[in-house]
């Protein structure tokens, strides 16, 4: 599985940005996927996945404390695609976003090892 992340930018507080992670590969539905950051002298963090329920079309979503409420994960399985919507940016979101994916396992994942494919990191930063 390679990842491809894309998306990030500069953009005021208050702004907005929507990151993509392509995904290469079959059965990509039935891949977890997250989304961590790392800003500078900080260590890689979880802030998002979205994880197959197995058996369905179903999947449930997690969040970092730090994000709920302003940003949203999603995928679109017909193009091995997901995202990150974040609304409501602070200085304090700025870092690079990496994208990551495991096979399916039916418990979320929210640490940097359990996750066996990255992509390469797409830089945000906020300016007050």
């Known amino acids: 599985v390679q990842l491809q992340a894309s998306g990030g930018g500069l953009v005021q507080a208050g702004g907005s940005l929507r990151l993509s992670c392509a995904a290469s590969g079959r059965s990509f539905r039935a891949y977890d996927m997250g989304w961590f950051r790392q800003a500078p002298g900080k260590e890689r963090e979880f802030v998002a996945a979205?994880?197959?329920?197995?058996?369905?079309?179903?999947?449930?979503?997690y969040y970092a404390d730090s994000v709920k409420g302003r940003f949203t994960i999603s995928r679109d399985n017909a193009k091995n695609t997901v995202y990150l919507q974040m609304n409501s940016l602070n200085p304090e979101d700025t870092a690079v976003y990496y994208c990551?994916?495991?096979?399916?396992?039916?418990?979320?994942?929210?640490?940097?090892?359990?996750?066996?494919?990255w992509g390469q990191g797409t830089q945000v930063t906020v300016s007050s």
């Open positions: 990551a994916s495991r096979y399916y396992s039916g418990v979320v994942a929210k640490s940097v090892g359990e996750y066996d494919y």
């Open positions: 979205i994880n197959w329920s197995g058996g369905s079309t179903y999947y449930r979503t």
